[in-house]
C-alpha cells in the first residue's frame, strides 16, 4: 500500500518538465541569492551548503527571504577564499599531513 502511494508520487513528479523544475528552483529565494556562488565550489559543497541553508529557511518559515538569505549570502561572500582557508587551517595547530597520522 505506502509502496503503491510512492509510486504514485514519483509517477506524478516524472510528468514534470524539467523547465518546470528549473523554473521552480530560479524562484526561490535560495537560489536567487546563492547561486552564483555555484562556480567557486563543486556541486558536491555547494549542494551540502544549499540542504543545510534550506533546513535553517525551513525552520523560520516564511521569514527567511528577508531575514536569512541575504545576511546568509552577505557573511557568506565575506569568508575568505577556499584557498586562503586551506592555507589557514593548514598552518594551525589543528592541521596534522596525512603522511604524520598514524596508521
Known amino acids: 500500500m505506502v509502496k503503491t502511494a510512492i509510486q504514485r508520487i514519483v509517477n506524478i ?4 518538465p524539467l523547465e518546470t523544475w528549473e523554473h521552480i528552483v530560479a524562484c ?3 537560489w536567487r541569492y546563492m547561486s ?3 562556480p567557486s565550489y ?3 559543497p555547494f549542494a551540502v551548503l544549499m540542504v543545510a541553508a534550506g533546513l ?6 516564511g521569514k527567511a527571504e528577508k531575514a536569512y538569505w541575504p ?3 552577505n557573511t557568506w561572500c565575506s569568508l575568505p577564499s577556499l584557498a586562503v582557508q586551506k592555507t589557514l587551517f593548514q598552518r594551525s595547530r589543528l592541521f ?3 603522511s604524520d597520522c598514524p596508521n
Do not use: A, S
Not at 513528479?13 to 514534470?16: M, S, T, V
Not at 535553517?56 to 518559515?61: A, P, V
Open 13 to 16: 513528479f516524472l510528468q514534470i
Open 28 to 30: 526561490e529565494p535560495e
Open 36 to 38: 552564483d556562488l555555484l
Open 42 to 44: 563543486r556541486e558536491g
Open 56 to 61: 535553517n529557511d525551513f525552520q523560520l518559515k
Open 71 to 73: 545576511v546568509l549570502k
Open 96 to 98: 596534522t599531513p596525512k
